[in-house]
């Protein structure tokens, strides 16, 4: 789910509009630098002489991660960037991420409401990577301090929430604001140039396919007795669908926008089953499997699992009317003529 890509957004910079190949080549320093505003490409900027702005809501790895890479993405473009706010549920997180990045101490901010304070710093950019239960709210307190923002993946974890997302994407084309959702595939040249190429027809009309996110069980974490229950899910959030929507959702949601993507619209119905087999809390399911119909006689079926010791498998298979294509690898078609790949 990627409310306001990069590609439609007329304020984001995109792929082709870098020239420099090392950039393009860093999926995720491009996902993470798609939120910049149009005046990046400024004289100013260009010339290294202002600061781009970050606020870090969520302090975990994957905050952490993903404040790494927009470091790395403006030190490869030439400009300077700076951690200004961050945020976490817990101190100790707060502490690591600011003596990492020089946030000032008066600038780390701990506890459920922490991002309130980020909104009102004086970041350009502020980066969303608490628990996904927490996107909606947090993406709107982002646009009504008029922040362009990069959120993880996923957006929301139910209708409702889904549904405030795109109503706040509206609202932040209507403010000239950028979104960019960390759906990974959409930013990576592989699969962008694959897309490219399905959408101009390579293999015809795609019939159906397989897609696949099949891994070991994620963490868990021990319920301490300083804990409280809220600790305890924040803390084990991968594991209770009320903050993360399953793994099908936080997961395999990368799979899932993929075929979306490569044939070009949603599903129009789904039907499938999932279990909860060897999970050691929470109450997630940990293995899914789904059946999508996209209509005009194309189905997908869709396989999730996170489980250990067993038969492991993230990718994709596409069939289409003149051809196949496998994941971001290779297309091949049935006449072997030769596949050229758009060069974005």
């Known amino acids: 789910m990627d409310p306001k890509s990069s590609a439609k957004h007329p304020n984001s910079i995109t792929g082709s509009e870098i020239t420099r190949r090392t950039f393009l080549q860093s999926s995720a ?17 260009a010339q290294g002489d202002a600061v781009l702005k970050f606020g870090l809501v969520g302090c975990g790895g994957r ?24 945020c976490d549920y817990f ?9 990492e990045h020089g946030v000032p ?3 780390r901010f701990v506890g459920p409401t922490g991002y309130k304070q980020v909104m009102q710093s004086d970041a350009d950019i502020v980066i969303l990577a608490t628990p996904p239960n927490f996107r909606p709210v947090h993406l709107d307190a982002a646009i009504e ?17 889904c549904r405030r997302v795109m109503e706040l994407g509206d609202l932040a084309t209507e403010k000239n604001l ?22 101009e027809g390579a293999i015809g009309t795609v019939l159906g396919g397989q897609i696949y996110w099949c891994q070991n069980r994620l963490w868990y974490k021990q319920k301490q007795d300083s804990d409280t229950n809220a600790d305890y899910l924040v803390r084990n959030w991968v594991s209770f669908l009320q903050m993360s929507g399953d793994h099908i959702v936080e997961q395999h949601v990368h799979q899932i926008d993929l075929a979306n993507w490569f044939i070009g619209r949603p ?61 971001d690898r290779r297309i091949v078609r049935y006449d072997k003529a030769e596949i050229k790949l758009p060069d974005l």
């Open 29 to 45: 320093a491009v996902a993470a630098l798609s939120a910049v505003p149009a005046w990046l490409g400024s004289s100013v900027y």
């Open 145 to 161: 301090a008029d922040k362009h923002v990069f959120m993880e993946k996923p957006v929301a974890v139910d209708p409702p929430g």
């Open 91 to 99: 101190a100790d997180r707060v502490k690591q991420t600011g003596e």
């Open 267 to 327: 599903p129009v119905s789904a039907v499938g089953f999932g279990s909860r087999q060897r999970r050691v809390t929470g109450n997630q399911y940990d293995n899914f499997s789904v059946e999508f119909d996209y209509g005009e006689g194309c189905s997908i079926h869709s396989m999730c699992r996170q489980i250990d010791g067993c038969w492991n498998r993230v990718d994709s298979q596409f069939t289409g009317t003149e051809g196949r294509v496998w994941d």
């Open 63 to 86: 905050g952490r991660g993903a404040l790494a890479n927009a470091m790395e993405a403006v030190k490869r473009l030439g400009i300077q960037g700076r951690c200004v706010a961050a």
């Open 178 to 199: 950028n979104i960019v959702a960390g759906t990974q595939r959409r930013h990576q040249l592989k699969y962008r140039r694959h897309a490219q190429a399905l959408a």
């Open 105 to 107: 101490a008066e600038q």
